[in-house]
């Protein structure tokens, strides 16, 4: 009798993965995860891996967390879902009105879906929208940051500018302004992070100055561009754009899917900033990585824009899920963590545990640009720009083979992990990072 096929080769047959060549997996193939819990993912061999990039980003407190989980089977008891059009629920307006709280009421309306690229889309139909029901129909346009990564769907790659992601889809897109990036690696010979972000904005200011009438918003990923390599700015960059959106009228648009939730140090990145954007997308770790949730959160000023009488100036978009029970009750549940154990302070008190976790590495000759976020910890390999994409999966591998999970972009290696770790895990996962790094470093060198 023939020996049962692995989950690996099922999955091969039957699943399309995102963002893989699949042909690559005929040799590598994906590890079949059987549980989870705390920062452990474990295969279906028993192996374990340690989540040191909170499964793309969205693992907040570690995996099977017993609150999260309670209050799931709570609600399954209640309410699973309800359509959102004509009907609301406890869970939604609860959320709703935590969250608005949290801007001190300055965003206070939120708007739901499921995942992030849909709530880019929201936002950037809102900003046009709300132009057009002013009465500037010329108001159509977007400009977004070179380097940017907003999702994968047509309006969002529009403003992304990732060409790996976009470049096949070209004729379908309409392409925004791109502005210079903020990006502090791009620094000159004695200039301070702080000068690149002034330049990038003069750039801002000269784009909004050609195309005078004509931006609708600008897009911008505050503080930390992820899919640019964990590119990271000054916080005086988000207060310019928006003292340059106040100037040419347009809207401000903060993309806070993965760097929101307390990543750089505060629940939004816009707080170092000190400013409020006009919308503000939410994804990924609001529901502590349980469960599909994005929302985008509107200025009062936008929203009234659509009040009326006439249906057609309401804002007409749907999702079937928006506003899922299930996930606005581990949304709820998060939040709540957030602030019963003041998880702010303790992700401001672990990032210098981190910081010297990494410090093997850190220190390594063949690194550069080592920088930190709150709880992102990045650096990059010093490799040539072609030899990138071989060594991102190489230290994949090589890093898997020592039981962590890591997902290098391109020559940048970066650490996202969930705020559960403690200082033995830290330093567990520094020395296996820098283990990794050598291993892939020198098998890059032998080719």
């Known amino acids: 009798m023939r020996a049962p096929d692995s989950l690996a080769a099922r999955s091969l047959r039957s699943v399309w993965h995102p963002c893989t060549q699949m042909r690559r997996h005929e040799g590598a193939p994906p590890i079949a995860i059987e549980r989870a819990h705390g920062p452990w993912l474990v295969d279906t061999d028993g192996r ?10 969205v693992n907040l407190f570690g995996h099977a967390h017993a ?22 629920h406890e869970p939604v307006v609860q959320l709703s009105e935590r969250l608005c709280a949290l801007t001190g009421g300055t965003l206070g309306h939120c708007f739901y879906a499921s995942d992030g ?5 929201i936002a950037l139909k809102m900003s046009v929208h709300a132009w057009r029901n002013a009465g500037q129909t010329d108001k159509n346009e977007f400009i977004c940051i070179a380097g940017g990564y907003h999702g994968e769907t047509v ?8 060409p790996l992601f976009r470049s096949a889809y070209e004729a379908l897109l309409r392409p925004a302004h791109v502005a210079r990036s903020p990006d502090a690696r791009l620094a000159r010979d004695g200039e301070s992070a702080t000068d690149v972000a002034m330049r990038a904005l003069a750039d801002v200011e000269r784009l909004l100055q050609q195309a005078q009438g004509r931006i609708a918003a600008i897009i911008v990923e505050p503080l930390v561009q992820c899919a640019a390599g964990m590119a990271m700015h000054e916080p005086v960059y988000v207060r310019g754009l928006r003292r340059l959106c106040d100037t040419y009228r347009a809207h401000l648009i903060a993309d806070e899917i993965a760097v929101g939730c307390g990543r750089t140090g505060s629940f939004f990145a816009c707080e170092q900033a000190g400013i409020w954007p006009d919308l503000l997308c939410l994804s990924k770790g609001i529901s502590g990585g349980y469960l599909p949730l994005s929302l985008v959160m509107s200025s009062q000023a936008i929203y009234q824009a659509f009040y009326d009488d006439d249906v057609r100036r309401g804002f007409l978009h749907s999702h079937s ?14 939040l709540a963590i957030f602030e019963q154990e003041d998880i702010l302070q303790r992700n401001r008190d672990f990032a210098p545990v981190l910081a010297a976790a990494m410090a093997p590495l850190a220190r390594d000759s063949r690194v550069r640009h080592v920088r930190q976020c709150g709880m992102i910890w990045a650096c990059d390999a010093a490799l040539d720009h072609a030899a ?23 020559a940048s290696v970066y ?19 820098h283990a990794a790094f050598e291993a892939a470093h020198a098998d890059m060198t032998e080719t």
């Open 48 to 57: 374990r891996y340690l989540d040191a990039i909170s499964s793309w980003w």
């Open 67 to 88: 609150r999260i989980n309670a209050a799931l089977v709570d609600q399954l008891g209640r309410l699973e879902h309800a359509m959102l059009a004509g009907f609301t």
């Open 117 to 121: 690229a849909s709530a880019v889309e």
């Open 155 to 162: 309006g969002a790659l529009g403003v992304t500018d990732t």
């Open 321 to 334: 899920y928006t506003g899922n029970p299930l996930a606005c009750r581990a949304a709820l549940e998060t």
């Open 388 to 410: 990138a994409p071989a060594f991102a999966r190489r230290m994949a591998s090589e890093a898997a083979r020592r039981e962590l999970l890591v997902r290098p972009i391109g």
């Open 415 to 433: 650490v996202m992990p969930p705020y559960i770790l403690d200082a033995d895990q830290a330093d567990w996962l520094g020395k296996r990072l």
